[in-house]
């Protein structure tokens, strides 16, 4: 197999494990309910695996809140990201909240999300600044929606990180649909990455439905990065196939007959046509097995208490 063929098969190997995470929690909550709140990634798995494929395990990486495939391609295990979804003990923050936000491991370079959308735009930015100042060799990912780019918070942001050529790379993905509105609505620019040129770094737009693609657009900014270059901003162009979370009647949205052709394709289709059946069939099997038998791991472990929430609260 040729490197690319491997490249391939290892970034399929994560939208699977993804994809098969994402339905079995759809089931799970159909059945069951949640506690918290589930910004399902349905749609959204192959730029997600394709851009944190392109990190390394030391960079740093600021998710953002819809679906679990960037901490799960960072190397975070599905058993620590159920129990986070779960409010349990043996999650990554204790059992301090359920939902998609809630996963943080620096050991991983998993740095989490803020409070609100749009404050990881600092914080990463702050990240950034300090592996400049410390002249460690990191690159910060920052990732956020379309609706996100409204924020004050991101052009705060940007602005420093073009003037200080801070190594970041900002990802955004454009799924269409800031909550209920959709993007023409309230852009007043063709592309998010249309604004990237006001901060003096490239602005690239890439089809988010192809993985392979975003892997290539997010090699070269994150390499630029890395070379002292400055930010890059990419603008994956993607579909949300679920409401803006798990039980929205999406009754603002009546797009399904006049879809994109291009971003309606499912980026696990758009994977396999690289691949035999017989590569990704034994995937796809594994897949569901080991999501079943860790969220079977996670939802046996025990309930936070009371107590969690002064937990680490002080450093000591």
């Avoid at 339905?23 to 059945?31: G, K, R, S, W």
């Avoid at 740095?111 to 600044?129: E, I, K, R, Y």
């Avoid at 060799?137 to 990180?161: C, K, P, S």
């Amino acid at each position: 197999m040729t490197d690319t063929d491997n490249l391939v098969l290892e970034i399929y190997r994560n939208v699977a494990r993804i994809r098969a995470a994402e339905l079995f929690l759809q089931t799970y909550i159909e059945e069951h309910g949640f506690g918290g709140f589930w910004h399902p990634g349905l749609g959204q798995e192959g730029l997600q695996a394709g851009a944190v494929q392109a990190l390394r395990r030391s960079d740093y990486l600021f998710q953002a809140h819809r679906g679990l495939g960037y901490a799960l391609s960072k190397g975070l295990s599905f058993e620590r990201i159920f129990a986070d979804l779960l409010g349990k003990t043996t999650g990554t923050v204790g059992g301090k909240g359920g939902g998609t936000v809630h996963f943080v491991d620096p050991a991983l370079g998993i740095l989490g999300q803020g409070g609100t959308l749009g404050s990881n735009f600092p914080l990463g930015v702050g990240a950034a600044l300090s592996a400049q100042i410390l002249g460690e060799d990191r690159v910060v990912a920052i990732f956020f929606g379309e609706g996100a780019a409204a924020r004050g918070t991101l052009y705060e942001a940007a602005l420093q990180a073009g003037v200080w050529k801070l190594p970041v790379v900002f990802v955004c993905e454009n799924n269409g649909w800031a909550i209920s509105a959709p993007f023409e609505r309230h852009s007043p620019t063709k592309n998010v990455a249309d604004r990237a040129a006001a901060f003096g770094f490239p602005g690239i737009v890439v089809d988010g439905q192809d993985a392979v693609a975003v892997h290539a657009a997010m090699s070269e900014a994150v390499e630029r990065a890395r070379g002292g270059q400055g930010p890059s901003l990419i603008e994956a162009m993607t579909l949300r196939l679920r409401g803006h979370y798990e039980g929205d009647r999406q009754r603002y949205r009546d797009d399904e007959g006049a879809l994109d052709p291009v971003r309606s394709r499912d980026p696990v289709d758009v994977l396999r046509t690289r691949l035999d059946a017989e590569q990704y069939e034994p995937i796809d099997r594994a897949a569901d097995e080991e999501v079943e038998a860790a969220f079977a791991l996670a939802l046996a472990a025990p309930d936070a208490g009371p107590e969690v929430a002064f937990k680490d609260v002080w450093a000591e």
